[in-house]
């Protein structure tokens, strides 16, 4: 054969099987000549990210001198005082006792222990704007706990204030320890028992291996649950409110709704934003200097120990721990409940449980919808897409959960508004005030929680299963529709779990953004302990947490089957 037939041999396919697959970059390349999917879907995701974070930097740089001074001499260093410390203390004492309960039921064998390791997690569903005032209605002075110590004591005698920064901090780290439980409950399971063994005959005792094997092994996990807690002590305003503790996210409000200036509480919520990239700056910092090792070939796991001795008290700990942030609480709110319905106080001005229920299953349902179906969008179009700066769109759809709810309302606020005084909307509508508002704030903040989970499961489908699929004549969507999403689908219902569970609870952003007639159980549950109308709130802070278990139980359940779950 001469060099010009090998060469039309070449080009016409010669000797190559008629149904071989294409390789990647001819599907790739087919992919891009019909519409450039890959860039489109990821560049307008993360436009919508971060136009509301530019908009709000962008507030930054024209303050508000005379506000700002105003701030200043008055309220503003104490915000930052408050915040700092309750930050840090919150996030240190929920990593301490979420990496201890996760060891505890991890690598211990006791009685109860199955049942316990359940328990532990439900707090998650208790929001702790719903335990505070649980439990500031408890041992306040004029409370069940203040009584019984007056008419101990006398009437005179000294009571400790509750409403301070060390029972906010407490009630916060009962609330948000899951968030580290979870994580390094999953963790230390992972942990190969060869490993294990070999420290503990090495070391010659339990607690120089846990520290020298186990708790590395588990650090990139407990340090993300921390990063979680932080972020969400910054963005919390319900629970800071009740025992009149003024941070900076309070502030926001404050400024708001008491001085009616928009602009300079998006200038203070810029404040949150520079505080969570600190957050988060940092934790990237500390996963760049980590170097856990892996499990290699060793397949078998972490195998649990009979608990014996002085140790079993770390199991009355546990159980104290389920009994204070979970148990009582939800007592007191079937309580409260059984009350209001013999009052007949189980409905609010904007309508009864089923009109709040409602509200709720809407926008949580909407939120879900919206954050899976983008977050698919965005895991496919990250794995079609091989270059760099794919990669680097793909990331930036994830920065809204880094940022606190009062940052990310205010940011969507300020472009919504900009939107409406365009004039391009038909006449009469605005985006201000509106449901598709709420939800693209919600949307904004919680993406990543979709993103993360859709491309574990996407990338778990594997190339030679979707050549063999374009092999037998699929067409990309076609590979998406019936490869991809099927294979995928219990990663996909990960995603919409760890959205619902979140935006169930949301309290901030829901508050600057709901629309008339949207009043969601965690608005209702604001309006009533905002007035220290305890037995009224029973009824929708009962129905919130039942809500919010059933998210939670799905993802403990994933955890103890093994399977990875990441926020």
């Known amino acids: 054969m001469t060099h010009g037939a090998t060469a039309t041999a070449s080009k016409t396919g010669a000797g190559v099987a008629p149904n071989a697959p294409p390789p ?33 930097l962008t507030s930054l740089a024209r303050p508000s001198t005379d506000v700002w001074a105003h701030l200043w001499s008055t309220r503003l260093p104490g915000m930052l005082l408050s915040t700092t410390v309750l930050v840090v203390g919150v996030t240190a004492s929920a990593a301490v006792l979420g990496t201890a309960l996760a060891w505890l039921v991890a690598a211990h064998r006791f009685p109860g222990r199955g049942l316990l390791v359940w328990l532990l997690a439900m707090p998650l569903a208790v929001p702790a704007y719903v335990s505070g005032f649980v439990w500031l209605d408890t041992v306040d002075e004029s409370g069940p706990v203040g009584t019984w110590w007056t008419g101990l004591v006398g009437a005179d005698a000294w009571y400790p204030n509750v409403r301070s920064l060390p029972w906010a901090g407490l009630v916060l780290t ?52 921390s990063v979680l807690v932080a972020l969400e002590v910054l963005t919390d305003v319900g629970t800071v409110r009740l025992f009149n503790v003024q941070t900076v996210a309070d502030g926001v409000f404050r400024v708001w709704f008491g001085l009616a200036d928009r602009e300079a509480a998006t200038e203070l919520a810029g404040l949150l934003l520079l505080a969570a990239v600190a957050v988060l700056l940092a934790e990237r910092r500390a996963a760049a200097r980590r170097h856990e090792a892996t499990g290699g070939r060793d397949t078998a796991r972490l195998e649990p120990e009979v608990l014996s001795g002085w140790s079993r008290l770390a199991v009355v700990g546990a159980v104290v721990v389920v009994l204070v942030a979970l148990v009582f609480p939800v007592a007191r709110l079937v309580g409260w409940t059984i009350e209001a319905v013999q009052r007949g106080t189980t409905a609010s001005a904007a309508g009864g449980l089923g009109h709040h229920l409602w509200s ?19 895991a496919v179009a ?64 919680y993406l990543a929680l979709a993103v993360k989970p859709a491309e ?37 219902a990960v995603a919409g779990a760890l959205v619902a569970l979140d935006v169930v609870k949301e309290l901030p952003a829901t508050l600057l953004l709901r629309p008339f007639g949207v009043d969601t ?22 129905a919130l947490v039942a809500l919010a278990a059933v998210p939670t139980a799905l993802l403990l359940r994933l955890v103890i089957r093994g399977r990875r779950v990441d926020w």
């Open 24 to 56: 990647p970059l001819t599907r790739q390349g087919a992919l891009r000549r019909r519409v450039p999917v890959v860039p489109v879907v990821l560049g307008l995701t993360a436009l919508v990210v971060l136009v509301p974070l530019v908009a709000l």
């Open 382 to 445: 990250a794995r079609w897409g091989r270059r760099r700066h794919h990669r680097t769109l793909a990331g930036a759809t994830t920065l809204g959960y880094g940022l606190p709810g009062p940052v990310i309302a205010l940011g969507v606020l300020v472009v919504l508004a900009a939107v409406d005084r365009t004039g391009w909307l038909p006449r009469g509508t605005l985006l201000v005030g509106s449901l598709v508002g709420l939800v693209l704030a919600l949307v904004v903040r």
């Open 360 to 378: 709720s299953l809407v926008v949580t349902g909407w939120t879900v919808l919206a954050c899976v179906v983008v977050g698919v969008a965005v």
């Open 174 to 225: 009962l609330s948000l320890y899951p968030y580290v439980y979870l994580l390094g409950l999953a963790a230390f399971r992972d942990l190969p028992a060869g490993r294990w063994e070999t420290a503990r005959i090495l070391s010659g005792s339990r607690w120089r291996a846990f520290r020298d094997v186990a708790l590395p092994a588990a650090r990139g996990a407990v340090i993300a649950g």
């Open 456 to 492: 574990q499961a996407v990338g778990r489908v594997g190339r030679s299963t979707e050549d063999a699929a374009r092999a037998l004549g699929a067409s990309p969507s076609g590979v998406v529709g019936r490869v991809q999403l099927p294979l995928a689908a219990q990663g996909l």
């Open 521 to 542: 159980l965690p608005v209702w549950v604001w309006e009533v302990s905002s007035d220290s109308r305890w037995v009224e709130a029973g009824p929708p802070a009962l």
